[in-house]
């Protein structure tokens, strides 16, 4: 098997074939920083890091390109309203948008371009079209594409070419439009005195202005794969089901047409949508939640992947708060099993240990390389951890290839919640109990030490066979949320549940 996507190029699902042996280029529109990302956009990117994640465990060297569109028609509308600069009005967004990627343990990307930084090769690109006379100029001193002049406008969204409205009585200057308005587009926007107020006018050879948002993508990801590697088609082209039309369009449209490529990438993934229903965020914080929202509710990251990823990509999402709860049940089993199984490592697998790996390794991989079917994946783990749990109960251990296994699954996956946990060292303090209070500490960090206390209680009061005793400090421990774990060596662990 290898791997296999759903190319939205052709609705149909190809066997992914990059342009060279070995590597990939990975094109995904990264959000427009007028305002922190909400969690529907962060599901797009949760899916493209797992995207990323298995083309890296598949052997692929990945050059991962990610834009942050830092001037468009909100960000100058925002910062005018506020009467600074767009420079400084986005820079809190695009600190807060990394925090927001690192808190859901999403992979940095390669070179995060931003716009503003890329004007060169930008104008570069309108030039282009312009002599081959496929870009013109408006009345209003713009730049516009001429979708009557590229034939296969229309490719990836399927467009009935008869909705087509070419011409200058059609024409749109703003950045997003209905798909019914299928139309000539701006490349560049002549400078307007709100554009100057906020620093968002560059020179030109065909005027001062400002790109186009499509315009954006097509200069910043032709500059930096022809930089690294000379060329001039991306192997997979990722985002929103929302972009399909009119914004990869249009990228197709300008980047094919400047090029004289076919193909502008040769596979175009979308993620669906994930809406926020019936939660208590959504009730707080109305329908845009965001990660911080998220993250001040407490809501656990891994859970959040964990949630994600138990849904397909290409089917929509409904985060509740049931979701979201059993989620974070089931990152908590990842975490505690991951401890469990660090823990009993053996210099050669167990019989059973070793199939039930190679298992995992096996239908991992066949799910992921179906046009990444998460949700099975991640079904062949929770396998293998109920199987892995019952192996450890009867005393078998596991050794390199069960660990590889699901050490490679995790990696991908990443969303165990590992437990507090502290390990029980002594069963020689006779008498400990008689010092320890039976009210858990309010503060979290002394309440672990708490358990750590009892359960070294607990191991004396086994070791001096007053098993009433023992069983007395389990219930305790257990109201105030901690398992003690024993080993079969005699050790034990005490974790928060
Ligand atoms: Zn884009």
Request: hydrophobic fraction near 45%.
């Amino acid at each position: 098997m290898s791997l296999r996507l759903f190319n939205t190029l052709s609705r149909r699902v190809e066997p992914f074939v990059p342009l060279a042996p070995g590597r990939v280029t990975l094109y995904t529109c990264g959000p427009t920083v007028w305002n922190y990302a909400h969690i529907g956009n962060f599901r797009t990117f949760l899916f493209e890091d797992l995207l990323r994640r298995w083309l890296e465990a598949s052997g692929y060297e990945v050059f991962h390109i990610m834009n942050l569109t830092d001037v468009d028609d909100r960000i100058i509308k925002e910062a005018g309203a506020k009467a600074v600069s767009i420079r400084d009005f986005v820079a809190p967004y695009v600190v807060a948008f990394d925090e927001d990627r690192e808190f859901l343990r999403i992979r940095p990307a390669h070179a995060y371009p931003r716009a503003t930084e890329y004007v060169a090769p930008m104008v570069r690109l309108v030039e282009g079209l312009l002599e081959k006379g496929v870009a013109y100029r408006g009345d209003d001193g713009s730049i516009y594409f001429s979708i009557e002049r590229f034939p296969a406008y229309g490719r990836l969204s399927q467009l009935d070419r008869r909705e087509l409205k070419a011409g200058a009585s059609e024409r749109v200057a703003s950045d997003e439009y209905a798909k019914e308005d299928a139309r000539d587009f701006a490349l560049w926007k002549a400078a307007k005195p709100e554009d100057e107020a906020v620093g968002a006018a560059w020179d030109a050879p065909f005027g001062r202005g400002r790109p186009g948002w499509h315009l954006e993508c097509s200069a910043m990801a032709l500059e930096l794969i022809g930089q690294r590697y000379g060329v001039d088609v991306l192997d997979i082209h990722a985002g929103g089901v929302d972009l399909i039309f009119p914004h990869h369009e249009d990228e197709i449209a300008q980047s094919c047409a400047f090029t004289g490529r076919e193909d502008f990438a040769r596979y175009w993934l979308h993620g669906e949508f994930l809406n926020v229903r019936g939660t208590k965020m959504s009730k707080r914080f109305g329908n845009i939640t965001t990660p911080r929202d998220l993250r001040q509710d407490g809501v656990d990251p891994g859970a959040l992947r964990l949630l994600v990823f138990q849904t397909h990509y290409r089917q929509k999402l409904d985060l509740t708060d049931d979701a979201l709860a059993a989620a974070r049940e089931g990152a908590r089993r990842l975490g505690a099993f991951a401890r469990r199984l660090a823990g009993s490592a053996g210099a050669a697998d167990g019989a059973a240990f070793g199939a039930a790996g190679e298992r995992l390794r096996a239908d991992f991989a066949a799910a992921l390389d179906e046009d990444l079917n998460a949700p099975q994946a991640v079904a062949a783990l929770f396998e293998f951890v109920s199987e892995g749990n019952r192996l450890l109960d009867g005393g078998e251990l596991p050794g390199p290839v069960a660990l590889a296994a699901w050490r490679q699954a995790d990696a991908v996956l990443d969303a165990a919640t590992v437990p507090e946990a502290v390990e029980v060292t002594t069963a020689a303090a006779s008498g400990l109990a008689a010092s320890l209070s039976e009210q858990p500490p309010p503060d979290a960090g002394a309440r672990l030490s708490w358990a750590a206390g009892w359960a070294n209680a607990r191991a004396a009061a086994k070791a001096a066979r007053n098993f009433a005793e023992a069983d007395r400090i389990r219930v305790l421990l257990a109201a105030a949320g901690f398992d003690v774990r024993d080993r079969r060596d005699g050790t034990a662990e005490v974790v928060k549940r």
